[in-house]
């Protein structure tokens, strides 16, 4: 690869590089050799790294405005709104970023179900990608209480009340986390603290995601292993930075759509109560992107099933390299897997729904359904079908599709339809 | 392939929602109302905000409060813009309590533009006692605050009934067909001609009904109008800029025997 022959210019461009290879890197980002058959489902990590930088920038701004005490909280956001100069601007983007953040997130996750990126010799990107996201799902929630709405205050007590199902130490556990006897103005202070921490946390865990999928470098569309670099592969500037920042000026659309035209749509009305912990609203509901495992939670009658359910749910997905059993990585070339991956997407979808809904009736009924499909698709059918498929023939590589089982031209066209 | 699957997810989902909640069958959808700060290019009417502010201060401003808006945004752009010397008038014709003066003593002067919007009562409890149990919520964020936001205000304010047969009600309790549950502690306090608007529009129920959502609207959203012109511009400049990106991706893979 080309950073190994890359000599700076000048010479104290050498003499700094000798000493802190920085001018290396930026030259192994540059030329990274990249599959060039990369769709736009492969757009979402960059867009992902705009999302994160956007949530902290405007949330250094918003903590300068904000006060994180019980009494004021409520206040300070409306002060934002109104009296810091564009504090409504940077407010919303920053509300309605960590809504298109996890929208970004989950399309960069189902990218990687369909397309297998999450296989062998990929395992540990996934993993630390899963870290990623439980993190995010930490800061989203403890940023939705920071405001001290109604919705804040009711999540924060609905969700941290699930950890008194630990038995014998559970009650203690949540008091401990409250600091308090129930969610009070030191829980609002410790969400501060810590939804200020995890952003930088999430950074770190970015650098290594990115490093290492820099080892084996980037899955594609056919999901073969190709020789880097080579006629398979483009360097990553300006060729994939120029499609990048397409797609997430396209993505920048839609954000700045909500932003400025329906900011409020995606949060709850409620939200813009002041906390009253005297007053239950009528219905608890988290943000849209945390709703499937709501759904999942709820299905279960037992409140520590519920919770074991619900954290499973996230968990089993780190041992997905495992579970998988088939060789072959796209499910371009999977087409029975494929079917299974799209019921997963409608049954992820439905289950999200009923999180919305009451918990009673055929939304109950929906929820359960959902949850045993969920766990199934995980623990039957992708070792299952692994197994039975027959899949179909792979491309030897990208640019020349030859075939393993004989010659039929038309298939790379077909390849590149599906793709 | 996948375009077909795609249509199937959109198909079921959009199945699944048809399936609405049988929600509390009392309760109906509010009125939908075409307001002028709808749509994408929406503004405030300001004579509309004005008049608002009059029904607010007359009417409603002897229970409720709005503590998070001052006296000089009555005056800013985007709002009501009453000039500067009506701000200081309005500001002016409240006593505020200041202090501790060099005495340690609390004392009242009249309000200045930079005033918080004086609150009826001192507090929660003192406004919840005086108002028979029911706390009348401070209505700075009201309209954002409500599922339906200005149409559900506006149905509020002109959905008063008489109770149906069997229906009975306590004492300070009102039949109101858009709240939920259908009761509520705030009794209709408008009727027709109930404040003289200084313009000489008739002062209607529907149309103080109107004006006053619109002055609430105008509170809880203060940026609105500021809001749609900016994100106009943004979005052209961010489309401009979408398809100059566009036509340099095309042309830098043009270079290379693969498509974007």
């Given at each position: 690869m080309s950073e190994h022959e890359y000599v700076p210019k000048s010479k104290a461009a050498k003499w700094f590089n000798d000493r802190l290879p920085l001018l290396t890197l930026g030259a192994h980002l540059t030329d990274?050799?990249?599959?060039?058959?990369?769709?736009?489902?492969?757009?979402f990590g960059g867009i992902l790294t705009f999302c994160l930088i956007t949530q902290i920038v405007t949330g250094i701004v918003l903590a300068m405005h904000?006060?994180?005490?019980?009494?004021l909280a409520f206040a300070s956001v409306e002060h934002i709104m109104r009296?810091?100069?564009?504090g409504w601007l940077i407010r919303y983007i920053h509300s309605n970023g960590a809504s298109m953040f996890f929208l970004a997130v989950y399309i960069h996750i189902f990218r990687s179900l369909f397309y297998g990126s999450y296989k062998s010799p990929r395992e540990v990107i996934w993993i630390i990608g899963l870290m990623i996201y439980l993190l995010m799902m930490a800061a989203a929630f403890m940023g939705y209480v920071l405001p001290w709405g109604q919705m804040s205050f009711w999540g924060a007590t609905v969700i941290t009340n699930?950890?008194?199902?630990?038995?014998?130490v559970g009650d203690s556990i949540t008091t401990w986390l409250w600091?308090?006897?129930?969610?009070?103005n030191p829980t609002l202070n410790r969400f501060f603290s810590l939804h200020y921490l995890i952003p930088f946390l999430i950074l770190g865990l970015v650098v290594l995601h990115i490093w290492a999928l820099h080892v084996p470098g980037n899955n594609n569309p056919v999901g073969i292993d190709i020789k880097k670099?080579?006629?398979d592969t483009v360097p990553f500037h300006p060729y994939i930075t120029i499609k990048d920042a397409f797609a997430l000026l396209v993505f920048m659309i839609i954000f700045a759509g909500f932003v400025f035209f329906?900011?409020?749509?995606?949060?709850?009305?409620?939200?813009?109560i002041p906390a009253n912990p005297l007053v239950t609203p009528a219905h608890i509901v988290p943000e849209w992107y945390l709703l499937p495992f709501y759904a999942i939670l709820r299905s279960v009658p037992d409140k520590l099933g519920g919770v074991i359910l619900m954290f499973s749910a996230i968990f089993i997905l780190f041992v997905l390299p495992w579970l998988?059993?088939?060789?072959?990585?796209?499910?371009?070339?999977?087409p029975i897997y494929r079917q299974f991956f799209w019921i997963l997407v409608i049954d992820v979808l439905m289950l999200g729904y009923v999180g919305a809904?009451?918990?009673?009736?055929i939304y109950l009924v929906l929820a359960r359904v959902g949850t045993i499909y969920y766990f199934l698709h995980f623990i039957v059918v992708m070792p299952v079908v692994g197994y039975l498929e027959k899949t179909d023939p792979i491309p030897m590589?990208?640019?020349?599709?030859?075939?393993?089982?004989?010659?039929?031209?038309?298939l790379a066209r077909k390849v590149n339809d599906k793709v | 392939m996948i375009k077909s699957n795609i249509k199937l997810i959109v198909l079921s989902f959009l199945l699944l929602i048809s399936l609405r909640p049988l929600q509390s069958a009392e309760m109906v959808d509010p009125i939908k109302v075409d307001w002028?700060?709808?749509?994408?290019?929406g503004t405030f009417d300001r004579a509309s905000l004005q008049r608002g502010f009059q029904v607010y201060k007359e009417v409603c401003a002897s229970c409720h409060?709005?503590?998070?808006?001052?006296?000089?945004n009555l005056g800013?752009?985007?709002?009501?813009?009453?000039s500067e010397q009506e701000v200081k008038a309005i500001a002016a014709s409240f006593e505020i309590e200041d202090g501790p003066d060099s005495q340690g003593e609390m004392f009242t002067r009249p309000g200045k533009p930079s005033d918080k919007f004086k609150s009826p009562y001192p507090n929660v409890q003192a406004a919840t006692a005086a108002n028979g149990g029911a706390y009348p919520p401070d209505m700075s964020v009201l309209v954002k605050a409500r599922k339906g936001g200005a149409n559900y205000i506006y149905s509020v304010l002109v959905g008063?009934?008489?109770?149906?047969?069997g229906v009975r009600l306590d004492d300070g309790v009102y039949y109101n067909k858009y709240m939920a549950g259908n009761?509520?502690?705030?009794?209709?306090?408008?009727?027709?001609?109930l404040v003289e608007y200084a313009d000489g529009t008739e002062s209607t129920v529907d149309q103080m009904a109107k004006d006053v959502t619109t002055f609430l609207a105008w509170a809880a959203e203060p940026e609105l109008e500021e809001r749609h012109k900016t994100g106009v511009k943004v979005i052209i400049y961010l489309v401009l800029l979408t398809i100059l990106v566009y036509l340099s991706m095309k042309k830098i893979w043009s270079r290379i025997d693969s498509e974007v």
């Open positions: 990274y050799p990249t599959p060039k058959n990369l769709n736009y489902w492969w757009t904000y006060v994180a005490h019980a009494d009296d810091v100069n564009y699930l950890f008194s199902a630990i038995p014998l600091g308090a006897y129930s969610v009070d670099p080579s006629k329906t900011p409020n749509v995606l949060g709850h009305s409620d939200n813009y998988d059993t088939s060789k072959v990585r796209s499910a371009v070339f999977r809904m009451p918990a009673e009736g590589s990208i640019s020349e599709p030859v075939l393993t089982g004989g010659a039929e031209p038309s | 002028s700060f709808k749509g994408l290019t409060s709005m503590q998070y808006l001052s006296y000089r800013e752009p985007g709002g009501p813009e009453f008063y009934e008489d109770p149906p047969p009761k509520i502690k705030m009794p209709n306090n408008l009727m027709d001609g």
